[in-house]
């Protein structure tokens, strides 16, 4: 347990006081919260984030195959490719809703078996309508987890560790996606393309998808061992329920404590609605609360710098360049290392140094290095064959910057815009709230998606590069002026 603390430790006073009670378990006081505990639930939850990541991911490799199966051109292939975030858009809407129904373990319980069958029927799809039936599925599965396992991590973790443990959230997700880059890249290579067979009669691309199966029965099976949030067992008025869980969570002298804020919290509250998003009173009485709008421009700006584009189309953006499709595979591997890097820096400063100033960076950081790649791209000329051709300087520029901006964005708004959406709004307003954020996060990530490959042949990548360095230079302005830190903050002291 020592060596947990360890790598999660920074120096501050609130985990000296972690490390005090972890002092008191090893000499057998019972009042020690059992944070071990803690950290291997939340583990957990981040199954959720590592199969999110790889469903995104995992399409990464398989464009070519669907492109020559399905015999679809550009618009077709691009809604291939989207659908899935129809689902993602609907499943983090009503996630939060169905989650003060019926729980967050239950919702979490229902993604993984969502997972399952949809990396199974994405793998057997004969035709367009059936591939984007189960990709949507798979949609509404990672758009339960990527609300959802946040939150969850959120209502149970401690304030002091809190922001490392949803950012082990992001580390996993980032995980999943290399993992699938790892395993498109060595199917590949090992069949010869994405569209060759590969074993049992069936192409490359294909299984693919079927070896998200494992990760995602394993995801279902740990969620039957780990308890409800506490909170939420407290917003269903289950205070038994609730005890025990604090009780295992922080040890028995942190139960009335937690009792007493929870309940303080939800006191005079209803049954969460909708409507609960609205001021109540006041000059801007019936209007939609500020902090919603904070978590709406969080949410959407994440997307509207274009990451997915890297993620979704790597293999494409650097085939259109001139690498081959081994080469384009190799560089979305080192794009995911480089995302995993940026995220254990992002481990270590999180609740050092707070959310913010991690945004800030990240979008500083972000305007420059994808004006760099927008450059390098307007010096690309047309191939005898019709493709673009970047020179030696401008190819290595290109490459160069485009892993600094994962990096970037890895290092801050990736970890630090779901730490926030988890723990930022007051608990009555916790699931409308992610609600609402996780639907504009994935339309915004929709249109990014569907509309990548039309700016393709259109305005070419330099466009494409182009737009997406404005919204970097636009998100600057949004977190100076508009987002607020919740570092070392209490969920019941989220007023809104």
């Given at each position: 347990m020592?060596?947990i603390?360890?790598k999660?430790k920074?120096g501050?006073s609130s985990m000296?006081?972690?490390?005090?009670s972890l002092?008191a378990?090893e000499q057998g006081?019972?009042?020690?919260p059992?944070?071990a505990?803690v950290?291997l639930?939340c583990s957990?939850?981040?199954?959720?984030?590592?199969l999110?990541?790889f469903?995104?991911?995992?399409?990464?490799?398989?464009?070519g195959?669907?492109?020559?199966?399905?015999n679809?051109d550009t618009?077709?292939t691009?809604?291939?490719?989207?659908s899935m975030?129809?689902?993602?858009?609907v499943?983090a809407?009503f996630?939060?809703?169905?989650?003060?129904l019926?729980?967050r373990?239950t919702?979490?319980?229902?993604?993984?078996?969502?997972f399952?069958v949809?990396?199974w029927?994405?793998g057997v799809a004969s035709n367009?309508?059936?591939f984007?039936?189960?990709r949507?599925l798979?949609?509404?599965?990672?758009?339960?987890?990527?609300?959802?396992?946040?939150?969850?991590?959120?209502e149970?973790a401690?304030?002091?560790i809190r922001?490392?443990?949803?950012?082990i959230?992001q580390?996993?997700?980032?995980s999943?996606l290399f993992?699938?880059?790892v395993?498109?890249?060595?199917?590949?290579?090992?069949?010869?393309?994405?569209?060759n067979?590969w074993w049992?009669?069936f192409?490359?691309w294909r299984?693919m998808?079927?070896?998200?199966i494992a990760?995602?029965?394993?995801?279902f099976?740990?969620l039957?061992?780990?308890p409800?949030?506490?909170?939420?067992?407290?917003?269903?008025?289950q205070?038994?329920k609730a005890?025990?869980?604090?009780?295992r969570?922080?040890g028995?002298a942190?139960v009335?404590?937690?009792?007493?804020?929870?309940?303080?919290?939800?006191a005079?509250d209803?049954?969460?609605?909708?409507?609960?998003?609205?001021e109540?009173s006041?000059r801007r009485?019936g209007?939609?609360?500020?902090?919603v709008w904070?978590?709406i421009?969080?949410a959407?700006?994440?997307?509207?710098?274009?990451?997915?584009?890297?993620?979704?189309?790597?293999a494409?953006?650097?085939q259109?360049?001139?690498?081959?499709?081994?080469d384009a595979?190799l560089?979305n591997?080192i794009?995911?290392a480089v995302?995993?890097?940026a995220?254990?820096i992002?481990?270590t400063?999180i609740?050092?140094?707070?959310?913010?100033?991690?945004?800030?960076i990240g979008?500083?950081?972000m305007a420059?290095?994808?004006?760099l790649v927008?450059?390098?791209f307007t010096?690309?000329?047309?191939g005898?064959?019709g493709?673009?051709?970047?020179s030696q300087?401008?190819?290595?520029?290109a490459l160069?910057a485009?892993?600094?901006?994962v990096?970037?964005?890895?290092g801050?708004?990736?970890?630090?815009?779901?730490?926030?959406l988890g723990?930022?709004f007051?608990?009555?307003i916790?699931?409308s709230?992610?609600?609402i954020?996780?639907?504009?996060?994935?339309?915004?990530?929709f249109?990014?998606?569907?509309?990548f490959?039309i700016?393709?042949t259109?305005?070419?990548?330099a466009?494409?590069?182009?737009?997406?360095?404005?919204f970097?230079?636009?998100?600057?302005?949004?977190?100076i002026?508009l987002v607020?830190?919740?570092?070392?903050?209490?969920?019941?002291?989220?007023r809104?």
């Amino acid at each position: 347990m020592r060596k947990i603390v360890q790598k999660i430790k920074t120096g501050s006073s609130s985990m000296q006081a972690i490390e005090s009670s972890l002092d008191a378990l090893e000499q057998g006081r019972p009042d020690s919260p059992p944070l071990a505990f803690v950290v291997l639930i939340c583990s957990v939850a981040t199954i959720g984030g590592f199969l999110f990541g790889f469903d995104s991911g995992v399409i990464n490799g398989t464009v070519g195959g669907l492109q020559q199966a399905f015999n679809s051109d550009t618009a077709g292939t691009g809604f291939n490719v989207a659908s899935m975030l129809l689902g993602c858009a609907v499943g983090a809407f009503f996630a939060g809703r169905l989650a003060d129904l019926w729980g967050r373990r239950t919702l979490l319980i229902i993604s993984a078996l969502l997972f399952i069958v949809s990396a199974w029927g994405s793998g057997v799809a004969s035709n367009s309508p059936e591939f984007v039936f189960y990709r949507i599925l798979g949609g509404l599965a990672v758009g339960v987890a990527s609300v959802m396992s946040p939150a969850y991590i959120s209502e149970v973790a401690p304030a002091a560790i809190r922001g490392r443990l949803i950012t082990i959230n992001q580390i996993a997700l980032i995980s999943g996606l290399f993992m699938a880059f790892v395993s498109n890249y060595w199917l590949a290579k090992t069949a010869g393309s994405a569209v060759n067979e590969w074993w049992m009669g069936f192409s490359a691309w294909r299984w693919m998808f079927w070896v998200e199966i494992a990760p995602a029965t394993l995801f279902f099976l740990a969620l039957l061992l780990i308890p409800e949030s506490p909170r939420y067992l407290m917003i269903s008025q289950q205070t038994s329920k609730a005890t025990d869980v604090l009780r295992r969570l922080y040890g028995e002298a942190e139960v009335q404590r937690k009792l007493n804020a929870i309940r303080e919290s939800v006191a005079g509250d209803r049954n969460p609605r909708m409507a609960d998003l609205l001021e109540r009173s006041g000059r801007r009485a019936g209007k939609i609360r500020k902090i919603v709008w904070v978590g709406i421009g969080l949410a959407t700006f994440q997307q509207l710098v274009g990451i997915n584009v890297v993620f979704y189309y790597g293999a494409v953006l650097w085939q259109a360049v001139g690498f081959s499709e081994a080469d384009a595979l190799l560089i979305n591997i080192i794009s995911g290392a480089v995302s995993i890097g940026a995220c254990l820096i992002t481990l270590t400063l999180i609740d050092r140094i707070g959310r913010k100033p991690l945004l800030l960076i990240g979008s500083i950081g972000m305007a420059i290095t994808l004006g760099l790649v927008a450059f390098a791209f307007t010096r690309a000329t047309i191939g005898a064959d019709g493709s673009l051709q970047l020179s030696q300087g401008m190819g290595l520029l290109a490459l160069v910057a485009a892993n600094a901006y994962v990096f970037f964005f890895n290092g801050s708004w990736g970890p630090a815009m779901w730490t926030m959406l988890g723990e930022m709004f007051p608990n009555q307003i916790r699931g409308s709230g992610l609600a609402i954020s996780g639907l504009a996060q994935w339309v915004a990530n929709f249109a990014i998606t569907m509309t990548f490959p039309i700016l393709l042949t259109g305005i070419g990548l330099a466009g494409a590069y182009g737009i997406y360095t404005l919204f970097a230079v636009l998100s600057i302005a949004f977190v100076i002026y508009l987002v607020h830190e919740t570092r070392g903050l209490e969920l019941e002291q989220m007023r809104g």
